[in-house]
């Protein structure tokens, strides 16, 4: 730029050099010149003061992010939990218990929490009907057959059941519950947001392959419950550890079963029949059960097969093994020690009615010994009297013969004045005596029939089937 002289106002036409501007900051210490010039002004001053605070503000303020960074490492693991430390996106720890944990921060290191708790899935709606006026979310409701109407049709894509190996129709319900046990296989393999899904896919094949394998009347017994239940586990559990899932399932229930829905009222008439049965069975065995004690005692069973094979030896025609096990089966009735088919028997296993029969036989069998021992004695004695004196003897006979007749119940006697040669009366019988004997003979039906029918009871405890039967192999 050229340089104009205030006096000469016609520029200077020769170029003057020029060179770039400079800016130099000085610290406080050098506001000074060197002659010891005055400081600078205030507003550089104020400047300079700012700057410097400010910039001790963000070395503090980056020493506290440094610090945060690598303190937000460290987790803490709740109850219920366990966790696994990974370094660069490799596991460095695992199975860490509940606390406190230091780490690396993000993403240099991670801390995985997995839940150690168990776990309930429901399969309410899986394989149910729709819209049978029921809410199929609520198990309890779903599961009440008359909630169904007679009329309802399975709709294929929106009616969901079982198809059993007799190919019927069967609805059911599931309950599942399982726990998380490989850690690191499911860190590695399973999406939380996917885990529920793939429990409810890995239980409802199972439920579909189980259920092809039973029928619907195995199905619908109780007994079969825990058989199907177990077997849906083993098959959900294998489709879970086939992809690495880490997930153990504890226990499938089988919450509730139905038939197909139109034949609910079927189907429960003969369950109910079938419980009928049970019951009216489980009453006869009990029954019989206390008749053969009440017969025999401990020794009933025994009896019955030793008679059995007894009825057999004899049809084969072996009857000397026949005799050899009769005289066992005797000593058994009278309760002496037995050996039938090589079982011992201990002495006094009988009890019951073959007691009490057996001592009534012996009994009868004593009284008519003895009562025939003194008919003959009677006989002996008037057989010496007759040959004493047989007037006296017939005379006495015939008065004790015709005191005992005139005693009969169906005697009537009547008494005829002195004098009378002959007389016809024409009278009716006594009514009280007609009565009276109307009710002994009834008396002795009812028990002549009472006693037939037990005599047909014990028959009917030995009856067997009729044939040769061949002993098992």
Known sequence: MADIDPGNPTPDPTPVSTRGASVRLRDGSADRTAAGGPRMDPANQSLADALR?????????????????FVSGVKTIHEGERGIRVFLGKPTA??????????????????????EGSVEVKLGRDFMPQGANINTEDLAMAAR???????????????WSNITSDLNIAHTQWTATYRR???????????????????RSAVRRGVVMTMAT????DLLKLSAESAVSARVREIAQSTLDEVGSGITIDRVTLSRKLPPIFL??????????????????????????????EVAGNAANVLIEAINEYERLIELGENEQAETL??????????????????AYAA??????????????????????????????????????????????????????MTEFMAKPFVQAMYLPRGTSMTELLINEDPAIVRELDRERKRQEVQRATDERMQRFRDDLFRTRRGIQEPEQ
Do not use: C
Request: aromatic share 6%; net charge neutral; no cysteine.
């Open 326 to 343: 009769l005289v066992q089966i005797d000593a058994l009735l009278e309760g002496r020690p037995a050996e039938i088919n090589g079982q």
């Open 181 to 199: 046990t490989d850690h690191l296989d499911y860190a590695r393999n399973i999406l939380p947001e996917q885990e529920d899904r793939l429990v």
């Open 145 to 159: 057959a008359e909630q169904f109407s007679s009329s309802a049709k399975l709709r294929p894509g929106r009616a």
């Open 348 to 401: 006094g296993l009988v009890s019951g009615r073959v007691s009490e029969l057996l001592e009534m036989t012996r009994t009868v069998v004593s009284s008519r010994v003895s009562r025939a021992i003194a008919d003959r004695d009677l006989f002996h004695a008037k057989l010496t009297q007759f040959e004493s004196n047989p007037r006296l003897m017939i005379a006495r006979d015939w008065s004790e013969a």
């Open 214 to 217: 039973v029928t619907i009347d």
């Open 94 to 115: 695992m199975n860490l218990t509940p606390g406190i944990h230091p780490n690396l921060p993000y993403p240099m290191g991670e801390m995985i929490r997995i839940g």
């Open 264 to 293: 609910v009222q079927r189907f429960n008439s003969v369950q109910a029949a079938a419980q009928r049965a049970g019951e009216e069975r489980e009453r006869a065995l009990l029954d019989r059960d206390q008749r053969l004690n």
């Open 53 to 69: 605070f400010t910039y001790g503000l963000l070395k503090f303020a980056m020493v506290i992010l440094v610090a945060m960074f």
